[in-house]
């Protein structure tokens, strides 16, 4: 139920950004969503790819330093306090949260979150058991 982020670090350089989107493009890798959290000296890219092993393999072979991450994608009501409600059953299980993001697209009435957590097995079954849905790898990467 894991779906794998690759993230790059990139110094705040101009051009940077392009370099790493147009090696992507290139290898036929599309993007279907990315964080960027920077400092001034250097920034890390999320992103969430239809083909992360050849992402990691190519970004690599570019000079770039690069890793894979196992994230948790859900779909959450697509209104007021939808996200709220996920996080209020991942607060009172004692499940922080690292970090999180939106995704591109949409399921019908539903957003799509990129969640990294602690304790994600966990997580994972907690979330089951209160009925949202948690996207498997091969959808996410098919959006």
Not at 58 to 85: C, M, Q, R, W, Y
Not at 111 to 125: C, P, Q
Request: without cysteine.
């Amino acid at each position: 139920m894991f779906v794998k982020q690759i993230s790059v670090f990139l110094e705040n350089k101009s051009g940077r950004l392009a370099e790493v989107t147009g090696i992507l493009g290139r290898h036929d890798i599309d993007i279907s969503a990315l964080s960027i959290a920077d400092t001034t000296d250097f920034g890390i890219l999320r992103l969430i790819v239809n083909k992360p092993d050849l992402a990691l393999q190519v970004l690599k072979e570019n000079g770039f330093t690069v890793s894979a991450t196992d994230v948790i994608a859900i779909a959450v009501e697509d209104k007021p306090g939808g996200l709220a409600k996920v996080l209020e059953i991942l607060y009172k299980k004692d499940i922080g949260i690292e970090y999180m993001y939106a995704f591109v697209g949409k399921l019908s009435d539903q957003a799509l979150v990129i969640l990294k957590v602690e304790k994600a097995d966990e997580a994972i079954e907690v979330l089951k058991e209160n009925n949202v849905k948690i996207l498997p790898a091969e959808e996410v990467y098919a959006l």
